[in-house]
């Protein structure tokens, strides 16, 4: 049997790139077409070399994974060994999906041509049917990590955030708290909650101690010697269950680091919100972020 080296090289890169992209939809993953299409042009041309038997090693499991390894990476970029090892694993359950789906329409369509060498199929089978496949399988794939997603609680969604102020930092836990829609209503810059008890490190005992006042307008710039936050301070409104028309201190934050799995997500123009009570009763986390922190901010350079 005849096996075309161009129709080889298109059915892989085709799926390699459904699989490379479902991946980092279903991660929510800010992709670059071109680095995905190289990624697939890498994993196609290795299928290539298999097939002609140019790399016998190829059944080889370690190479399996270097493989993958490059592929994720020349993907996504990665910022951290955590981030990586997490875009490798969702690349192979979309792989493993999209293959299944795949395999089950070769058994239903029966193709007469088709055999296996090194561990891997090919024939002269209807391009048509491997994309039907991988799509089929990314939808597959997609409901079921949606499915999952819904089911994590509140308090599993946990992220790192560095707080900036005044040259002076804080590492806190924040939840992510889809319900939070607070924002500066003058900026629009979105709001971060955060313990009184946790700001003592990057802000004055005056401030803290005097929010009442503050928002009262009963409070003395030079005798709480508060002057250089003058430009930073905000008044930002809130509506809560049992208060209606609330008023929180907040201050502008030189920069807020989210650290996540897959990213280290800044934001230069995010304000504090001091809230007077805790969080959480284990101390599990002491600050609440909502939606707008992690979507649509600049990525941190690394």
């Known amino acids: 049997m005849t096996i075309y080296v ?5 059915e892989n890169l085709c799926m390699n790139y459904i699989i490379l992209f ?7 993953l800010k992709m670059k077409h071109l680095r995905i299409f190289l990624s697939s ?15 016998p090693m190829y059944a080889n499991i370690f190479v399996k994974i270097i493989l993958s390894l490059c592929m994720v990476y020349i993907a996504y970029n990665p910022k951290t060994i955590k981030g990586m090892l997490k875009e490798l694993v969702v690349f192979y359950l979309v792989s493993f999906a999209l293959g299944g789906c795949a395999f089950a329409l070769l058994y239903i369509v029966r193709p007469q041509d088709i055999f296996m060498k090194d561990g891997v199929y090919i024939g002269t089978y209807p391009l048509k049917i491997a994309l039907l496949g991988g799509i089929t399988g990314f939808i597959i794939t997609y409901i079921a ?3 999952v997603k819904t089911r994590i609680s509140k308090n599993e969604i946990i992220y790192k955030a560095a707080i900036k102020l005044d ?8 939840m992510l708290d889809t319900g939070n829609m607070l924002k500066d209503p003058i900026s629009n810059s979105p709001v971060v909650l955060v313990e009184k008890s946790k700001l003592y490190d990057i802000l004055p005992n005056n401030l803290l101690e005097n929010t009442k006042n503050i928002l009262g307008g009963e409070w003395n710039e030079e005798e709480y010697n508060l002057n250089t936050y003058r430009t930073k301070l905000r008044i930002i409104p809130f509506t809560s269950v049992g208060k209606q028309n609330g008023m929180m201190v907040g201050i502008k934050a030189d920069e807020i ?6 990213d280290e997500i800044i934001n230069k123009n995010a304000i504090i919100c001091v809230y007077e009570k805790t969080f959480s009763k284990t101390g599990k986390y002491s600050g609440l ?4 922190m992690l979507e649509g901010k600049e990525l941190a350079k690394v």
Do not use: H, Q, S
Request: proline residues 0%; aromatic residues 8%.
């Open 289 to 292: 972020i909502g939606i707008d």
């Open 167 to 174: 040259e002076k930092e804080i590492t806190i836990n924040v």
């Open 145 to 147: 990590f949606k499915a």
């Open 257 to 262: 680091k989210i650290i996540t799995d897959v």
């Open 22 to 28: 479902g991946t980092g939809y279903i991660i929510k």
């Open 41 to 55: 042009v890498l994993g196609a041309i290795y299928a290539i070399l298999a097939y002609a038997g140019i790399l």
């Open 6 to 10: 161009d129709v080889v090289l298109l």
